[in-house]
């Protein structure tokens, strides 16, 4: 969203969470995918990264600019009965690392916070100046 | 009737615009999971705007604000173009905006009252 007016704080406040709010659907996607041998291609799932841009040149907040596939390596498990494992029975996992997905989900919930707190005080700055009508 | 240039005018102008923008929010915030919903905002300013000539009077009949459907927004999956947070940011704004008109207003009228008791 583009800021255009005098409530720009308002503006890049929400911006930022509007980003962490897609944040943690990516996190939750790479979650809940953890286990997924198969992503629909024959191919097991890759944990998604979402890449942050400062919108605008300078004041315009941020905005979730794309939605990238992690191309580390792939894990691979020894489990000779899963349809999905090859002929020496090792199956490829996705390459997503549950610990480094709950760090990260506490990263963007924290960063969600952060954006909450600056509308807040920024609220109550506006509501101290309004003061001055009393 | 006539064009004016009152602040009290202006004011109940602003008031009631901020008002049904409020009722616009809080009907986008309701239907934030219904499919196919496009989301609602009220259109005053610019109207506001374009209706003051160069004294600054307008005449506020002519202007009175009004619901339309921006269609600006990405739409989701289900065909919705809510966003929680968006709505939120425009709550805030609005109730801002509605606290200075109603305190401005206030002001006006103190000041009424200040003329009206001197002795």
Do not use: C, W
Not at chain 1, 63 to 80: A, M, Y
């Amino acid at each position: 969203m583009e800021v255009t007016n005098g409530f720009g704080p308002i503006d890049i406040a929400i911006s930022g969470m509007r980003a962490q709010d897609k944040n943690l659907s990516i996190i939750s996607s790479n979650v809940a995918n953890a286990q997924s041998t198969d992503n629909g291609k024959g191919e097991p799932y890759r944990r998604l990264e979402a890449v942050f841009k400062a919108a605008g040149d300078g004041l315009g907040g941020v905005r979730l600019d794309e939605v990238v596939e992690d191309k580390g390596d792939l894990p691979k498990i020894l489990r000779p009965g899963h349809p999905d494992a090859d002929e020496q029975g090792y199956v490829t996992m996705p390459n997503v690392d549950l610990p480094v997905e709950m760090i990260n989900l506490t990263l963007a919930a924290r960063a969600y916070q952060a954006n909450v707190a600056v509308l807040k005080r920024y609220q109550r700055m506006v509501e101290t100046t309004l003061e001055l009508l009393r | 009737m006539a064009k004016t240039t009152n602040i009290v005018e202006f004011l109940e102008a602003g008031i009631r615009a901020e008002s049904l923008r409020q009722m616009a929010i809080t009907n986008n915030i309701a239907n934030l999971q219904t499919p196919g919903y496009r989301r609602l905002d009220a259109k005053f300013e610019l109207a506001l705007a374009k209706a003051l000539d160069s004294s600054g009077a307008a005449d506020l009949e002519q202007v009175k604000p009004e619901l339309y459907r921006p269609r600006q927004t990405p739409v989701k999956s289900n065909g919705n173009d809510v966003n929680l947070e968006a709505e939120i940011g425009e709550m805030v704004k609005n109730a801002l905006r509605y606290k200075t008109y109603v305190r401005l207003l206030n002001k006006k009228y103190q000041q009424m009252e200040a003329a009206i008791n001197v002795r």
